[in-house]
């Protein structure tokens, strides 16, 4: 007996229960790490490149894959300045620490790499130029984040907010300034400055919401409009990552928030999906956004897809604003492991 393919009749029933809908994967326009990430884990290479004891201060990114490629280069992760050696060189991530921190790294004789974003450096100088000027600041950002605490270095009395229920502790004072964690939707930044306006007499608004984050919230939604189903790529507890799964939910599109594609295990998660958008946060290296292109095409497409699964996660690459393999802007990509690998 044949099934209606002409196929023999077991093989037709493994291929018709088997077989996937997935045929396209569409990558939002702008994705992979973002410029401040980029330039930190690059300084961290370069320093090693020039024959430093390299260490970064903190995961420089909160990525596995990134960390270990990292090490492999002889860069390690310490959480503390007391386990750098006298003389070593110590990178500061991104997101930036207290400027006690500096002091301290500068005092045990250890060579400070600064790769604190320049947006990040800007929302520093505007924080303490607040704190000259007398303003009861409030910060809205999650409060543990090492951002907020290397900002609550310049303004230690500056009021930490996040949800919307905690901002009722924000109290009513003549001379009030506002100021953001960069990660921030700037949805809810608007909010909270429409909220402060009745709680001050003078209201300063700092904009800090970072631009690359709104471009990444718009490239998403636009990709989200679509498609059927979005995979969101990123840490679970990232911000902004979580905050790209909420704005699918806004367009009416399903998402999958995933941190790896060691996450993408059940077929059934596509059931019925024929095209797939695939978005990633700020620290989602481009090289795991392909790895679950590809995966999704494997798992859920149809017979011609996954036949086809690592050309057409190429494919969708090219479509999109940012090259397949841009992990970081070091001009010669050939000396990362990764790419020494393959
Ligand atoms: S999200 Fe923006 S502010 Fe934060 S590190 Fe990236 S570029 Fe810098």
Same mark, same amino acid.
């Given at each position: 007996m044949r099934g209606s393919n002409g196929a023999p009749w077991d093989t037709w029933i493994e291929m018709t229960t088997t077989? !996937? $809908? %997935? +045929?396209e994967i569409r990558i939002a326009k702008r994705t992979g790490f973002c410029y401040g990430v980029r330039e930190a884990i690059d300084k961290a290479k370069e320093a090693r490149a020039a024959g430093k004891a390299t260490h970064t201060l !903190? /995961? %420089? %990114?909160?990525n596995e894959g990134v960390v270990r490629d990292l090490h492999q280069l002889g860069i390690e992760t310490v959480e503390t300045l007391d386990d750098v050696d006298h003389g070593a060189a110590v990178v500061i991530r991104a997101h930036g620490v207290r400027p006690d921190v500096m002091e301290r790294a500068s005092a045990r004789g250890l060579e400070v790499i600064d790769g604190t974003c320049t947006w990040v450096i800007q929302e520093q100088k505007e924080l303490a130029k607040l704190v000259e000027e007398g303003y009861t600041i409030v910060l809205l950002g999650t409060p543990k984040h090492p951002e907020v605490v290397g900002l609550l270095g310049f303004a230690p009395d500056a009021i930490v907010v996040d949800e919307e #229920? *905690?901002?009722?502790r924000i109290p009513r004072r003549k001379k009030m300034a506002l100021i953001s964690q &960069?990660? /921030? @939707?700037p949805w809810k930044f608007e909010k909270l400055a429409a909220y402060m306006v009745s709680r001050s007499h003078e209201l300063k608004i700092v904009n800090t919401v970072c631009p690359v984050t709104i471009r990444r919230q718009e490239d998403t939604l636009e990709t989200a409009r679509e498609v059927d189903l979005m995979v969101v790529v990123g840490g679970r507890s990232s911000a902004n990552t979580k905050e790209l799964t909420r704005l699918c939910d806004i367009a009416g599109t399903k998402a999958v928030q995933i #941190?790896? %594609?060691?996450?993408?295990? *059940? *077929?059934a998660v596509f059931a019925g999906a024929k095209v797939v958008g695939v978005t990633g946060g700020t620290s989602t290296p481009i090289e795991d956004l392909h790895a679950v292109a590809q995966r999704i095409l494997e798992l859920g497409g149809t017979p011609e897809a996954r036949a086809n699964a690592a050309n057409l996660a190429d494919a969708a690459f090219a479509a999109a604003a940012t090259p397949a393999g841009? $992990? $970081?802007?070091?001009? &010669? @990509? +050939?000396? $990362?492991p990764r790419a020494l690998a393959s």
């Open positions: 077989t !996937g $809908t %997935v +045929a !903190g /995961q %420089v %990114v909160h #229920e *905690d901002w009722d &960069s990660t /921030q @939707p #941190e790896n %594609v060691r996450d993408l295990t *059940d *077929d841009r $992990t $970081t802007s070091l001009p &010669s @990509p +050939a000396t $990362t």
